[in-house]
């Protein structure tokens, strides 16, 4: 109820979101490292990453603050989680391939790329 | 990062050319110095220490006789360094012959004699064996290029219409890294590749596996990933061997799954470099001979294909 209602008033900043709903223990910064690690400028132009300039998939600047993931999933940390571990099994149709990741590298790729604003 | 430095050599060849650019680097850091203390003595000095510098005994002596001895000296230096360089290691061991091919912007590496009907052929990526002699064959398909692998010898030039010849060898194992050094056209900045010398037993490894045509697709997601490959035309331009597609203007993918590198040394290489080069190459490199393929393959054509392609270790 107080999630929905907080969605629903669009003046609520991330500290009115319940604790479980926030990546825990997810660095940003390590986010950024992993990014590049794992290429992901490969397809994406990614705003501060010198190199990050393709446009075979949707450029991720502004990225924090989009409606929904690949159209389809409900733009919030946990489901971005989701996504980042395994695309295909979100949205089969997608291009984005599976990337091996661990659990705690999508999450914090996840809190650096919520940090897209 | 030592992998592509003159001053990291990993050879005989590399070893000479390292000493040479220590000496002439000490060497003119002692004359740099040296005639900065002149001036300093000329400004600061007084009158005795300017009138030493300007007779003609010093000037003859410092700007003459020095010169021409010391540079004399390098030269009979340098011819003799030269010849040492274009020599073979002594025993006769019939080298190891290699031809590299030079293209916009990509190295096509062939090992004549390994196969029957022809040998291996590769790209971007030169493996050799320790301690033999090595003879690169080198030419271009198309503008000029250079091979430079700064680690273990000096440029070579790769002319369209000719063959340039080069003996080189490593001593030791390991990864080194070498560029394209003759300006070639708009991505001539990003055309390098990687050397592995490996020990000799390791190489006949490496090359067993590379004289295999690419396995069979292991599971239904690479079978069609394979089949994506040559609907959407790819054999028209690569080859894999163990496969229809016997295209020859791109490189050889038969084992491009076992490759350091993608793009001529550019990007990573894995499903998902592979996924971002075919969808979108021109982003990448733009004015490369490769078009981008994103209105070829659908999403999911796109995951198979590269999936398939990092299967063919």
Known sequence: MLLAACLTLGGCGEEAMPAQHRLQGADAAAGRRLVIEHDCGVCHV????????SHVGPSLAGFGGRGYIAGVLPN?????????????AIAPMTAMPD????????????????TMR | MNAQSVLAPAGPDGDLLAQLSWLLFAGGAIIFLAVLAFILAAALGGEAARRTLRSRRFILAGGVAFPVVVLSVLLLHTLGLARAL?????????????????????WEIRYPGTLPDGGVVTANEIHIPTGRDILLEVTASDVIHSLWIPALHGKIDLIPGHVNRRLLRADRPGVMRGQCTEYCGAQHALMAFYVVAHRPEEFEAW??????????????FLAMGREAFG???CGGC???RG??????LGPDLTHVGSRLSLAAGVLDNHRGTLAGWIAGAQDLKPGNRMPSFAAALDGAELRAVAAWLESLK
């Open chain 2, 238 to 240: 690569h080859t894999v």
């Open chain 2, 243 to 248: 496969t229809p597609w016997q295209g020859r």
């Open chain 2, 231 to 233: 609907a959407a035309g």
């Open chain 1, 76 to 88: 919030t940390p946990d489901n971005l989680v989701r996504w980042l571990l395994d695309p295909p």
């Open chain 1, 99 to 114: 990337l091996g990741l661990r659990e705690q590298e999508a999450r914090h790729i996840a809190a650096y790329l919520t």
């Open chain 2, 207 to 220: 090359l067993g596996r590379q004289r295999l045509p690419a396995e069979a697709p292991r599971d239904e």
């Open chain 1, 46 to 53: 990614i705003p501060g990453l010198r190199g990050a300039r």
């Open chain 2, 86 to 106: 274009s020599l073979p290691l002594p025993g006769g061991t019939p080298p190891l012959i290699i031809q590299v091919t030079g293209h916009q912007f990509w």
